[in-house]
C-alpha cells in the first residue's frame, strides 16, 4: 500500500520517500505526491531521484510511477529518494477538474443532468451529461459556472464511513464505494472523487464550453478552465485581431464581415462565370464549321472552364472541337469534344503524338499535352487535311 500524499494536500510538489520495489517499468514507494490516473484525470508525470517518470498508476493500493524502460533506477528497495510533480501541468489539470465539478454541479442542480462520462485529454475535457441542452442553456450554464468562480468558494474533501454515505447525499460516478471521498463546493456540489482539486473555486480562473454536440440522448460537452482557457483566449484574440484588421473592422465585428465577403465573392464568381458564358457564346458565332476546330484561351482558364466550353463548341464542328489553356513551358491543358466521334478513342493517338495523358468518357475527355502551341497546331492542321480528303 503506498501513502497518498496528495489526498491531504494537493498542493504538495515533493517529497521524501522509501522504495519498496523496483520492476521492470516502475517504482512503487511507501508514499507518494504523485496522482496515479483516475476518475478521468491522467497520472502525474515528474521526478524520482534522477529517473523520469512518465506516468503513475494505482494497482491493489499501491502507485505505480512508470519510467521509460530504457532508463532504469540504480537505486532498488529499501534507500531513500526524492520525488518530485511536474507541478505545472498537475496545476492545469486541478484547475480543469475542479471547472468540471462546478459545471457538473450546477447542470445538475439547474437542469437535472447527470454527468455519464468525463474524460481529460491534456488539459481539454469532455463531460457527457444524460440530457440534451440547448444553446440558451448551455449560456446559462456557462455564466453560472463562472459566476461560481468570481465568488471564489471553498473546495473541500473529506472520506465519509458507509452509515454518513448513506444519509449525506452526494453526485457521483463512483456510488459503490463503501467509503466514497466527497469533494464539496461550497453551496454547489457534492461529489464522489478521487482526484486532486485546488483549494477555491477562484483558483479555477475560468471555465468556456467549447463545443456541444449530441451523444446517446444527451449531449457532450468539450470544455476547458483555468491557464488552458487563459491561453485559448489569447491565441483566438491575436487571430480575431488580425483577421479584424485585415477587414477593417473590430475583432467583435468579423463574423458578419467575414459573411458579406464570402457572399461578395459569391456574387464575383457568379458574375465571372456569366461573362464567361458570353464570351464563349461570341467565340461560338465567330466559329468556322469545320472539321477540326481548336480555340487556345489564356492561361489562367481553369480546367472546369476548359470543359464547359468544349461542350458549348461542339456543335459548330462536325469532328473534333479541343479548347485548350497553358504555355510553351508548363505544357497546355486540354478538353475535348465530338457529336460525331468517340473522343476518348480519339484521344490516345492525340496525347500518344503530343507528348500528353488525358481520360473521360466518350463525349468528353481532359488532358494535358507536353507540346509547343505550333507542335499542337500544326498536328491538328494535318488532322483536318486529312478528314477532309476522307469526307
Ligand atoms: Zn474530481
Known amino acids: 500500500m503506498t501513502e497518498l ?5 494537493a498542493y504538495l510538489r515533493e517529497n ?28 502525474d508525470s515528474g521526478t524520482i531521484g534522477n529517473v523520469a517518470i512518465i506516468d503513475a498508476r494505482l494497482e491493489n493500493g499501491s502507485v505505480l510511477h512508470i519510467f521509460d524502460p ?3 533506477p540504480a537505486f532498488t528497495a529499501g534507500e531513500r529518494v526524492s520525488c518530485k510533480i511536474d507541478w505545472e501541468k498537475r496545476f492545469s489539470r486541478m484547475q480543469a477538474h475542479t471547472g468540471e465539478h462546478i459545471v ?12 455519464v462520462g468525463f474524460h481529460m485529454d491534456g488539459t481539454v475535457m469532455t463531460v457527457d451529461f444524460d440530457r440534451f441542452l440547448d444553446e440558451t442553456q448551455l449560456v446559462s450554464l456557462e455564466k453560472a459556472a463562472n459566476a461560481c468562480i468570481y465568488r471564489d468558494l471553498s473546495v473541500t ?16 460516478k463512483l456510488d459503490d464505494l463503501p467509503n466514497p471521498r466527497i469533494v464539496t463546493i461550497e453551496g454547489v456540489d457534492r461529489c464522489a472523487c478521487c482526484a486532486p482539486h485546488v483549494r477555491s473555486t477562484g483558483q ?7 463545443a456541444a454536440m449530441r451523444h446517446r440522448g444527451g449531449v457532450r460537452l468539450t470544455l476547458i478552465a483555468g491557464e488552458t482557457a487563459y491561453a485559448d483566449y489569447a491565441e483566438k484574440h491575436v487571430a480575431a485581431s488580425a483577421i479584424g484588421q485585415s477587414l477593417a473592422v473590430k475583432p467583435s465585428e468579423i463574423a458578419p464581415a467575414v459573411e458579406a465577403l464570402l457572399q461578395k465573392n459569391k456574387n464575383l464568381s457568379y458574375e465571372m462565370n456569366r461573362q464567361l458564358q458570353d464570351m464563349l ?4 458565332e465567330l466559329t468556322p464549321a469545320t472539321t477540326v476546330n481548336l480555340t487556345f484561351f489564356l492561361p489562367s482558364m481553369s480546367v472546369e472552364a476548359l470543359k464547359n466550353a468544349v461542350v458549348l463548341l461542339r456543335d459548330r464542328t462536325k469532328g473534333i472541337c479541343v479548347t485548350l489553356c497553358g504555355s510553351d513551358a ?45 507542335q499542337i497546331e500544326q498536328y491538328f492542321k494535318e488532322l483536318q487535311v486529312n478528314q477532309d480528303e476522307n469526307a
Not at 521524501?16 to 483516475?38: H, M, N, S
Not at 479555477?204 to 467549447?210: R, S
Not at 508548363?330 to 507528348?355: P, W
Open 281 to 284: 457564346l461570341y467565340i461560338r
Open 70 to 72: 530504457n532508463e532504469r
Open 104 to 115: 457538473s454541479g450546477l447542470a445538475h442542480t439547474l437542469f437535472g443532468c447527470e454527468n
Open 5 to 9: 500524499l496528495y489526498l491531504q494536500n
Open 204 to 210: 479555477v480562473g475560468l471555465v468556456k464550453i467549447l
Open 16 to 43: 521524501e520517500a522509501i522504495v519498496i520495489d523496483v520492476t521492470d517499468t516502475a517504482i512503487v514507494l511507501d508514499r507518494t505526491c504523485f496522482f496515479p490516473e483516475g476518475g478521468g484525470q491522467p497520472g
Open 157 to 172: 474533501a473529506e472520506t465519509l464511513s458507509a452509515a454518513q454515505a448513506e444519509c449525506r447525499p452526494y453526485r457521483s
Open 330 to 374: 508548363d505544357g497546355y491543358y486540354f478538353a475535348m469534344s465530338s457529336t460525331e466521334i468517340d473522343v476518348k478513342v480519339r484521344a490516345r493517338a492525340i496525347t500518344g503524338a503530343l507528348n500528353g495523358s488525358g481520360g473521360g468518357r466518350y463525349d468528353v475527355v481532359q488532358g494535358r499535352l507536353r507540346a509547343s502551341r505550333a
